[in-house]
RNA sequence: GAGCCGCUAGCUCAGCUGGUAGAGCACCGCCCUUUUAAGGCGGGCGUCCUGGGUUCGAAUCCCAGGCGGCUCACCA
């Protein structure tokens, strides 16, 4: 990307001439003692005369964000990786004949500079700089410093830039590895153990969804990018795994919007031997230990929204939320009927929906689930939407499976895993025939899998938690763009 | 995939019913030893997203396309 630019040529100038005089305005490393943070947190405080008779010399490398020159004296503010600026001051009188280097910088290069700290006539805690070092020199103009870069593309194409000069962004990301940091120190706490299952599957399978295909040269084989890692991590509980948890990425090749990026963050867990009751709770304490280590409380905002994760959190059966809708089960479980009552509550039914698909699951989406602001289970869902978890024993058209939903949004799925391999086999074909009446989304028959099964496999509890949503929620971040530090974008030009 | 909105200097934006490109910041030059968006004086900087069309003349109007945002659809 060589661009003509005049800004550029005259910061291309300013190097040659650094070269010229001797100078290296690329280090191969700079030794910073401090950090901006922890010189401001530990000298802030003190006043001028107390600083002095302390005489701390002092270390520090960042990016120039701002330089006030006055022929003799120059101003400068870095920042560094604690996400923190301090002030630096270069006089003449100190640095004597090295003082013009300083006409060779520019807001964007990166610098090391040592000296002694003082105070300001203002009060700020600045760096009397003695010796310095460009230690990256910068030929690209960055955003002015008052309004900062907002242009929403800029800031997802150049993450770099909107990183360097928009300090919430980097908040937000630190709150994502605050969040993923809990929930593996919340389940290695427990015993479960960190695997990885493969992300190139032949058959993609452990969700409803549309995967990537990609060919394997050596193998001539084609392959899927993961859809879930489900059926994979199921296979390790018939290995003998009683706790085990993955996070990683999930691909669907489906629409982007601001709650869906193409590859996401999953994380799927399984205990062996416990159901989807014990998962409820289990939720509660997981995501309120992820929302206390990040945010700090469990009453925060959601933009218009006061969100109170305190448990424990409210429970409805799918057709009991139904009910309250005024739809009855009876009526919901009529194709015809349902369909018909929908027009007449004006919900918005696809035309295109495939036959096999229930109406039930369209009026749920559109009804009950905007209205789930405060965390919501969501129980017993009809065992035709969930092709992998185990019947209720008491009534065998539903299974045992809850939802977690937030602010009208899905954060959460689980259910008390189906571990018998007739059964499995039976679903499998009932997708399949779904599949033949035009749903694109059922499930493929996987063989292996159903192997697995039939050497047993443990009752369990298994639950799959949408990352990236959890970190908006905790963010309070409104598109997935904000929490996805490079989103998928078409490319440029 | 559909609808609406946007795209002008490095950044943030103005530019009316068409008359030939502007501001602030940033940048360059000079002055300035305590500034905090430093200040003063002077200066430079454009593929007006791209390609067509209408017109004597297009950043502006029309058509097509690109990229982005929002809403909807699909989904987590």
Redesign the pocket.
């Known amino acids: 990307m060589e661009e003509i ?3 550029i040529e ?2 291309k100038k ?1 190097l040659a001439d650094l070269r010229a005089s001797g100078i290296d305005p690329y280090y191969e490393s700079f030794q910073a003692a401090d950090y901006a943070r922890a010189l401001l947190d530990k000298y802030n405080e003190l006043d001028h005369d107390a600083l002095e008779s302390l005489n701390r010399s002092s270390s520090v490398a960042g990016r120039i964000l ?8 120059a ?1 400068v ?1 870095i920042s560094d990786a604690s996400d923190e600026k301090i ?1 630096l ?1 270069f ?3 100190i640095l004597q004949d090295r003082f013009p280097i300083i ?1 060779k910088f ?2 964007g290069d990166i610098v090391g500079v040592s000296g002694r700290l ?1 105070k ?5 805690l ?1 760096v ?1 700089v003695q010796d310095f070092k460009i230690v990256s020199k910068s030929l ?15 800031r ?2 150049q993450r770099y830039v909107d990183l360097i000069v928009n300090p919430a962004v980097k908040k937000t990301f630190a709150m994502r590895s605050k969040i993923l940091k809990a929930i593996r120190d919340f389940l290695e706490l427990r015993g479960f153990i960190e695997v990885e299952t493969p992300m190139m599957h032949p058959i993609a399978g452990g ?4 995967p990537f295909k990609t060919f394997h040269n050596a193998l001539e084989l084609d392959l899927y990018l993961r859809i879930a890692p489900e059926l994979y991590l199921k296979r390790l509980l018939v290995g003998g795994y009683d706790k085990i948890f993955e996070i990683n990425k ?1 691909f ?1 090749n ?11 963050t ?1 994380i799927e867990f399984y205990i062996a031997y416990k159901n989807y009751q014990y998962l409820m709770g289990f939720t509660e304490e997981l995501i309120c230990e992820a929302a206390m280590r990040s945010v700090g409380t469990l009453k925060f905002k959601y933009g218009e929204y006061d969100i109170d994760l305190t448990p424990p959190w409210q429970r409805l059966t799918f057709f009991g939320a139904l009910e309250e809708k005024g739809l009855p089960e009876a009526v919901a479980r009529d194709p015809e009927k349902s369909v018909q009552w929908a027009r007449q509550n004006g919900i ?1 039914i ?1 035309k295109d ?1 495939p036959k096999g ?1 229930p109406i039930f ?2 009026i749920f ?2 009804l009950v689930e905007p209205e789930l602001i405060q965390p919501t289970f969501i129980t017993d869902y009809p065992v035709e939407i969930s092709p992998l978890a185990k019947r209720k024993k008491d009534n065998p058209a539903l299974v045992d499976r809850f ?1 977690l939903f937030v602010v009208g ?3 959460a ?1 689980a259910f008390t895993e189906l571990n018998d391999p007739l059964d499995q086999r039976e679903r499998f074909m009932q997708q399949a025939e779904a599949r033949r009446q035009g749903d694109e ?1 059922a499930q493929s028959m996987d063989e292996d899998f159903l192997r697995a099964l039939e050497y047993g496999m443990p009752p369990a509890a298994g639950e ?1 938690i ?1 990352i ?2 959890l970190v908006m929620l905790l963010t309070d971040s ?4 904000d929490v996805i530090l490079f ?1 998928q ?5």
């Not at 330089?67 to 004296?73: A, D, I, T, V």
């Not at 974008?489 to 030009?493: S, V």
């Open positions: 630019n005049e800004l005259q910061r300013k701002a330089m006030r020159n006055f022929g003799k004296l101003f503010h002030q001051c006089a003449r009188d006409k520019d807001v003082f300001t006539k203002t009060g700020e600045t009397e690209r103009p960055l955003p002015e410093k008052w309004h900062g870069l907002t242009d929403v593309e800029t997802y194409r969700a409803a969804a549309k999930n669907r489906e629409g982007i919007s601001t709650k869906h990026n193409p590859e996401f999953m918005n696809p929906l698909k699951d369209e989406s559109e939802e949004r899905e954060l799925n989304e799959g949408g990236d949503r409104h598109s997935i763009r989103p974008l078409k490319t440029e030009q």
